[in-house]
């Protein structure tokens, strides 16, 4: 650094400052997340203060009345023009306020609320001690099988804690996508994914499966994050500022007065390269693509059912998110860099997804797998660099996550003496037993193999076709082989269902409370209408799909 710009940054420090500007928060902007980080807060306090027998109730009230305002005030914004018109940065310049943004959160609220619905379902196992019990150990922190542990039981606690914890999930998850500088990135991960590890490890059976699966997540999690944020110095140090515009302008060499120090920086391409790769890396762990996919079967078998498919829908949505308006917002000028690493990236997820999902005896591997593929398919549509890229994949993320949710309710439902069975084998004539459930989870199926009528089919005819016309057709090519590989294996599991002999000893359907069923329920209708007539939900999509900057 020469001596005349270390000068001249002595003496711009040492100038008078004569008044602290007041921040300028647009609280109706930030309303959405602010509602549900508030309501995370009400739900601590009431763990605080509520008696034991009344907490259950009083949290998933809190949650759900949360989650509706919060989803009535992004319709309430959306209608008011911020998705189009008014669209623009707030929080000086934290947050984004636009379509993808608004899209993006709704999506992640809509998932939040039957998330809830599965986390409250307390109908599907036997009364211990005359309490009902839900999917979440009696007492987090005693030993699995131990004496306190029993006691806990006995008692009839329940961990309702697992409320606020999904609150402050949702509420990370809301400002991942709309994240406008990288530091808010940063945070909005941290504040999503601390929650998520400590889901994963409340399971009321096979604690200790529960509990790895927590580990894996958490020491997995921790390393993509520390790439994330070496990532973040590095661009720091590149663009000499952590705001998405300013980023992109050094990227371009469109910004305007260059300071000396600033100029060094900016001919150093290498800070800027493996900057980007250790960020995109960070999200491409959070989305579950190859090669950063290993804890994904591990995580999704082992955590508690409602957790895994409210993880698996909601997770994807805001990574997505986030990846795509890092790609089309600071990295556009990287294009040449960035494509041919996704299109590698892409073919290799869509390829291991599909092939390793054949060879799996358990069901939730099985969809762990399946959702692996699928994040290779909306990659494709990440890739086509185009405005019909970005709706196509705003609507195959709000098609897919209402799926994936209805799937795993589906799967808590199917028990035996040891909780949920989940190993294929006993999954066997199904469909004679309880026609009305294997047939609920053969149109799931459907969907996830993107038969027509369904809304998987919808969701990539559309991707696909965003990335065959932004010149991407070997990867239409790889992903119509690998949907050909998967279909094989979900159809497999409708055969199994109603063409085979149900065992004498095999497991019995639950019947669920009115929460899961309305979970289920609202999983089969938004399957179906995406399916038949999905052209209003496309152009909503591609009304969203411009990002602000």
Not at 345 to 357: E, F, K, P, Q, S
Request: aromatic share 10%; proline share 5%; with cysteine.
């Amino acid at each position: 650094m020469s001596a005349s710009a270390v000068h001249s940054l002595w003496t711009t420090a040492a100038e008078p400052i004569t008044k602290i500007d007041a921040p300028k928060i647009e609280y109706g902007q930030l309303s959405p997340t602010l509602i549900v980080i508030g309501a995370a807060i009400i739900g601590v306090l009431v763990e605080a203060f509520v008696p034991r027998k009344s907490r259950y109730y009083v949290q998933v009230f809190v949650s759900v009345v949360a989650l509706a305002a919060s989803f009535a005030a992004v319709v309430a914004l959306a209608a008011g023009g911020y998705g189009t018109t008014k669209a623009g940065i707030a929080a000086m310049g934290a947050i984004a306020v636009d379509g993808p943004a608004l899209f993006l959160q709704g999506t992640i609220l809509l998932a939040g609320i039957l998330g809830v619905f599965t986390f409250a379902e307390r109908r599907l196992d036997p009364e211990t001690h005359g309490n009902k019990v839900d999917s979440f150990a009696a007492q987090a922190a005693s030993v699995p099988g131990s004496d306190s542990e029993k006691a806990a039981v006995k008692a009839g606690f329940t961990t309702t804690e697992v409320f606020p914890l999904l609150l402050f999930a949702i509420g990370g998850m809301l400002i991942f996508p709309a994240a406008n500088d990288l530091l808010t990135l940063f945070i909005a991960l941290e504040v999503f994914s601390l929650p998520l590890y400590l889901l994963c490890a409340v399971a009321r059976r096979k604690r200790l499966m529960s509990q790895e699966a927590a580990v894996k997540y958490f020491l997995l999690g921790a390393f993509a994050s520390a790439f994330t944020l070496f990532g973040i110095a590095l661009l720091y140090g590149y663009a000499g500022s952590v705001n998405y515009a300013t980023i992109a302008q050094v990227v371009d060499g469109t910004i305007g007065d260059i300071s000396p120090a600033l100029a060094d920086t900016m001919g150093n391409d290498a800070l800027l390269l493996i900057g980007a790769a250790m960020l995109v890396m960070g999200l491409l762990f959070k989305v579950g693509a190859v090669p950063f996919h290993m804890w994904t079967p591990d995580v999704y078998q082992g955590a508690p059912t409602p957790v895994t498919g409210f993880m698996a829908a909601a997770t994807k949505v805001a990574a997505f998110g986030a990846l795509l308006r890092l790609l089309y917002v600071v990295l556009p000028g990287l294009r040449w860099d960035w494509r041919p690493v996704m299109w590698a990236v892409a073919i290799v997820t869509m390829l291991a997804g599909a092939i390793v999902a054949i060879t799996q005896t358990d069901i939730k591997r099985l969809l762990a797998y399946s959702s692996i593929a699928h994040a290779g398919f909306i990659l494709a549509g990440v890739i086509a660099a185009s405005p019909d890229g970005v709706s196509s994949v705003l609507f195959y993320l709000g098609a897919y996550s209402f799926v994936t949710i209805g799937a795993f309710a589906v799967v808590t439902l199917v028990r035996d003496a040891g909780g949920e069975a989940t190993h294929l084998s006993k999954w066997a004539g199904l469909g004679r037993r309880s026609p009305l459930v294997a047939a609920v989870f053969a149109v799931f199926l459907l969907a996830f193999a993107g038969i027509p009528l369904t809304s998987g089919f919808a969701g990539k005819f559309a991707v696909f076709k965003a990335a065959a016309e932004g010149g991407a057709g070997a990867i239409v090519v790889v992903g119509v082989i690998s949907s050909a590989i998967a279909a094989f294996f979900y159809i497999r599991v409708i055969v199994l269902m109603f063409f085979s002999e149900p065992r004498p000893e095999g497991p019995t359907v639950a019947v669920p409370s009115p929460l899961t069923m309305t979970a289920i329920a609202v999983g089969v209708a938004v399957t179906l209408v995406l399916g038949v007539a999905p052209q209003y939900f496309l152009d909503l999509a591609g009304q969203a799909g411009v990002f602000v900057r």
